[in-house]
């Protein structure tokens, strides 16, 4: 992409904003400019919802089998610019290279891959009613979605929204953050190198204003969005005012439990993974960890001589584990619920603090940081921080530690560590979260659901059923007899 200005994708080409006016777009990892980005107006809305519209109308008509080749084939083009992608990425992101090319692209792929394999699966069911008579339902496609991505993946976020919208026959514009514009552009291109007609994939950037006009606009049939609780409220409300269909994938607190009997070197690389993977900006991280008394000490041990050989350094660098944070408030932010935790009476045992990295001084990077001593009152231990700080808790016995996990308004995800297998699936089950993992975390392959309970969202993503949340049912009523009158 050597263009100085990224123009929005609307109607399967490049176009600039009709107001021409731009917004500047900033490396995370060393807070350079990288370039500007055409801001999309309500007219330029207009003009994707309408194109996406008419595309629609046909796309509707192709069979599953051939929208799935379609998917398949942008599968392929993107694995063939794998690396290329990571580095748009991690450039765009702050996460490291180390990660972008597997947690970004390769689930990127993954999705592409099985929405393509399953969109001639889309069926409805027929019932026998006696007499001849029969009902049946189909399953349609819902007409023109508008996904809303966050910020911390924003490639996978775009691709699993479209790739399961397109699969169903819907046509879908994509508002990616502000902060990161770039590869939803990269997968537009790619969707139209792979033969996906003109118009159902459309990229309009902007902030909030440009996603609140297609949260309320009567001409947005479902509305897809992943980001933070207050915004999703907002987003629900704007959609509540023309009934649209909705996915919400928001934010958590995650509880991740730790047993006595539990492996200790896996426990410790799965706290790690889901406190400081990408930097701690992942909506699903066990931030709460509840650690059994009896192996408090030995955890934290294992934990702070682990973490404290953590590279974390410029972004491209192989070798770095923790990249920059998005961007200097997020980091500020971050940093002062460090500050909160201490004032709270938390202590701080390792990290928290603003580190230089040679040559990147406009970078906000941190040392990954872990509280002891954390009680559940806390705000470290109830607010989403979404950056590298792991609250450590303790606890004595599996009852009161599953109330204390459940106590949050978020039901995002929950994780738990035992060799007791009978004491796994007895807590899962009581554990109020949409994702669960037993001995690891953050785990999301294609075709397991994801997606929140309670505050932390509606729907799921990723999963076939995915397909019954981009289309709806119609039921069909067929009579082979006479009509019985009662007149
Ligand atoms: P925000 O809620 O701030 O923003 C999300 C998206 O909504 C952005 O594109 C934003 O635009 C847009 N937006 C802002 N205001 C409005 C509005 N009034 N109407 C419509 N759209 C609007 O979230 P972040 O980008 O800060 O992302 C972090 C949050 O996302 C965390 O809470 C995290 O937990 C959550 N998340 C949830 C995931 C899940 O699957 N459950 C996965 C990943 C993240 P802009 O940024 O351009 O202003």
Redesign the pocket.
């Known amino acids: 992409m050597a263009i100085s200005t990224l123009p929005l994708f609307i109607g399967g080409k490049a176009v600039f904003s009709s107001s021409g006016e731009t917004f500047t777009n900033y490396r995370p990892m060393d807070g350079a400019v990288d370039r500007e980005i055409s801001l999309a107006g309500p007219d330029d809305v207009e003009l994707a919802i309408s194109v996406a519209q008419n595309a629609q109308e046909e796309w509707a008509t192709v069979p599953g089998i051939e929208r799935g080749r379609i998917l398949l084939a942008a599968a392929r083009i993107m694995r063939d610019r794998r690396q290329e992608i990571a580095e748009i990425e991690t450039l765009d992101t702050g996460k490291p290279i180390s990660e972008t090319p597997y947690a970004d692209v390769d689930s990127a792929i993954d999705a592409l891959e099985f929405f393509g394999g399953i969109a001639m699966d889309m069926k409805g069911d027929f019932h026998d009613l006696g007499n001849g008579s029969m009902a049946y339902s189909i399953r349609e496609p819902l007409g023109v979605c508008a996904g ?6 924003p490639l996978q ?1 775009a691709t699993w929204k479209s790739a399961p919208a397109l699969a169903a026959g819907n046509a879908m514009i994509f ?5 990161t514009p770039l590869n939803a552009y990269t997968l537009a291109e790619i969707y139209r190198e792979a033969g996906l007609p003109d118009g159902l994939f459309n990229v309009v950037q ?7 006009i ?2 309320s606009h009567p001409g947005i049939d479902k509305l897809t ?8 409220k ?2 629900l409300e ?1 959609a509540a005012s023309t009934v649209k269909h909705t996915t919400m ?4 607190k995650s509880p991740l439990i730790i047993f006595e009997d539990a492996d200790l070197d896996n426990a410790v690389a799965a706290a790690m993974n889901a406190n400081f993977y990408s930097q701690g ?4 991280n066990g931030t709460r960890v509840f650690v059994h008394a009896s192996i408090r000490d030995m955890f934290l041990e294992k934990l702070v001589e682990r973490t404290e050989k953590m590279v974390i350094g410029d972004p491209m660098a192989e070798e770095t584990h923790v990249g920059a944070l998005i961007s200097e408030d997020h980091g500020e932010k971050v940093l002062s619920y460090v500050e909160l935790g201490v004032q709270q009476g938390a202590t701080l045992i390792t990290g928290g603090e603003r580190v230089e990295v040679p040559d990147m001084e406009g970078g906000f990077y941190m040392s990954p940081a872990v509280f002891a001593g954390c009680e559940d009152h806390m705000r470290i231990c109830q607010e ?1 921080i ?1 950056g590298p700080v792991m609250s450590v808790l303790t606890f004595q016995d599996e009852k009161e530690v599953i109330k204390r996990a459940n106590n949050t308004e978020f039901g ?1 995800a929950a994780g738990l560590f035992t060799k007791d297998l009978a004491r796994a699936h007895r807590v899962v089950r009581k554990l109020q979260a949409g994702s669960c993992w037993v001995n690891n975390y953050n785990l999301t392959p294609a075709g397991v659901p ?3 309970s309670k505050q ?2 509606i729907g799921r ?1 990723n999963c076939a059923r995915t397909l019954d949340h981009f289309s709806e049912i119609k039921s069909v009523y067929v009579e082979l007899g006479d009509v019985e009158s009662s007149y």
């Open positions: 809303i991505g966050a910020w911390n993946y976020i508002k990616p953050s502000e902060l902007g902030m909030g204003q440009v996603g609140a297609l949260a969005f992943t980001g933070s609780v207050p915004t999703g907002r987003v704007a994938e928001l934010g958590g900006e992942v909506c699903s989403e979404f995002l994801f997606g929140g932390s969202g993503e």
